[in-house]
């Protein structure tokens, strides 16, 4: 990636931090705080309508436009405090890292189902690195926990005693950041030495579990930031090729459609594959399940190349996705690279043209919004069209209560499905959505 691209990048990654809760609100990751609490209340917050999120990490957050412009002003106020939270003692947060190891374009980047997986790069508590390499011919399971989290144990437990039983086998790794972090704003910076201890303590938890793993530590998230892995319990499974077959918030029990996170590997393991909409979501998000199967509301707004854009332009010649986000939403920023894989790779074959409706606040207050959104527009490459609603006037009649929040819509201008927050494989699950379509399969 050029310096002028790395730069632009910490540039949005900044303004993204002072500006998180944009008035149209935001995605945001479960917080990684909740493996603190018991197995069963675990089990419950990924279960349910929230199994596709679950399955990513990310979740779609509801704020009213009152409640985003209260969060707005207090992100703003409290700038120091929320960049001392990622602050690491090595200087760098795993979105720096991010930006400062990518060789290839952002879409060149998103992760993808069946091709070859990131590389790892970790090490062991001796300081000696960890990589796919050291396992080869094997199949792989990565899990990232936290010493916090005794349910990621107990998961990992419970899925080796699944592959015990049907004669499977993969090589699990343990991957933690192996650092200690500040708790309260008024807690000392963590010292080498608290480091270390956070290492060794994670090396007798796994040793005392009976676990049968390799211990790993990514003191510099590279790893972590390859997979996104953003909160705990978060597993990965490689095949023995090295390529990626599956990566989420997977609980070894939990059916994602037909099979569980155990089934995957069992599969995998004996030489199989996962099956791309496997880890497709089929439900509608409640807030939207009323507009499902009615005409999409009209809009007519001009775009940045000054092109009127309008549902009613597409109907009768091709499906319409239209997608809703706002240049202060970090997960918006995870997902435009993917839309932009999806526009290039699968677009054409589906009959489908996306359209962009960027969430602002009116024209006089949205320059240092605008000034982020056109960053993004051209580091990440984006090639479908984008129109500024200002005011959010767009926006309203679809009841938008969080961002991003996408809408396929048919060649009759019917809203046929929503999706709502950050998916890890957006291009892969917008197809499958179109096939279920195309299948005459009941949507949610």
């Known amino acids: 990636m050029t310096t002028k691209k790395r730069i632009a990048g910490k540039i949005i990654v900044m303004l993204c931090v002072l500006v998180f ?4 609100g935001c995605a945001k990751p479960q917080d990684a705080g909740r493996q603190q609490k018991t197995q069963q209340e675990q089990q419950k917050t990924v279960s349910g309508d929230n199994q596709q999120q679950a399955a990513t990490g990310e979740n779609a957050e509801t704020i009213t436009a009152d409640t985003a412009t209260r969060e707005m002003e207090l992100a703003s106020a409290k700038t120091p405090a929320v960049k001392k939270e990622e602050k690491k ?11 400062e190891t990518m060789k290839k374009s952002p879409v060149e980047q ?6 070859p997986a990131p590389p790892l790069e970790l090490i062991d508590i001796d300081g000696n690195p960890v990589s796919a390499s050291d396992f080869k011919g094997k199949p792989i399971v990565l899990s990232f926990w936290d010493v916090k989290c005794n349910l990621c144990i107990e998961q990992m437990k419970t899925l080796q005693s699944e592959m015990k039983k049907k004669n499977a086998r993969a090589q699990l790794i343990m991957v ?3 650092r200690k972090f500040k708790e309260k704003k008024e807690d000392p910076d963590p010292t080498e030495e608290d480091h270390r201890k956070t290492q060794l303590k994670a090396v007798e938890m796994i040793k005392k579990s009976g676990l049968d793993a390799v211990v790993a530590f990514d003191t510099e998230f ?3 930031s390859a997979f996104r892995a953003r909160g705990v319990p978060f597993n990965v499974l490689i095949d023995a090729a090295g390529s990626l077959q599956a990566a989420g918030r997977l609980l070894p029990l939990q059916k994602i459609n037909t099979m569980t996170f155990a089934d995957m590997v069992v599969d995998v393991a004996k030489g199989g594959d996962v099956p791309t909409c496997e880890l497709y979501d089929h ?7 009323d507009m499902i199967g009615k005409a999409v509301p009209a809009f007519k707004a001009p775009d940045y190349n000054n092109e009127e854009q309008s549902p009613t332009f597409y109907k009768n010649f091709s499906r319409l996705l239209i997608v809703f986000w706002s240049p202060a939403c970090p997960h918006c920023r995870a997902e435009l690279p993917r ?9 054409e074959a589906d009959n489908m043209k996306i359209v962009g409706i960027i969430s602002l606040p009116e024209r ?3 320059g240092k919004y605008e000034e982020v959104a056109h960053q993004l527009i051209n580091v990440f490459g984006i090639s479908f069209p984008m129109v500024p609603d200002y005011g959010q006037k767009i926006q309203d009649p679809y009841n938008i209560k969080g961002v991003p929040t996408s809408f396929i819509v048919d060649r009759d201008g019917i809203v046929k499905k929503v999706f709502s927050g950050e998916f890890l494989f957006t291009a892969e699950m917008l197809h499958c959505a179109i096939e279920e379509i195309d299948a005459g399969k009941k949507d949610g």
């Open 21 to 24: 809760a944009a008035q149209a």
């Open 89 to 99: 003692t090595s200087g760098t947060t795993p979105v720096d890292k991010e930006n």
């Open 110 to 115: 998103v992760l993808r189902l069946h091709e």
């Open 176 to 178: 933690s950041p192996g």
């Open 222 to 224: 590279k790893t972590i």
């Open 283 to 289: 439900s509608i998000p409640d807030n939207y399940k």
């Open 339 to 347: 839309l932009e894989l999806y526009n290039r790779e699968f677009a």
């Open 364 to 366: 006089e207050n949205a």
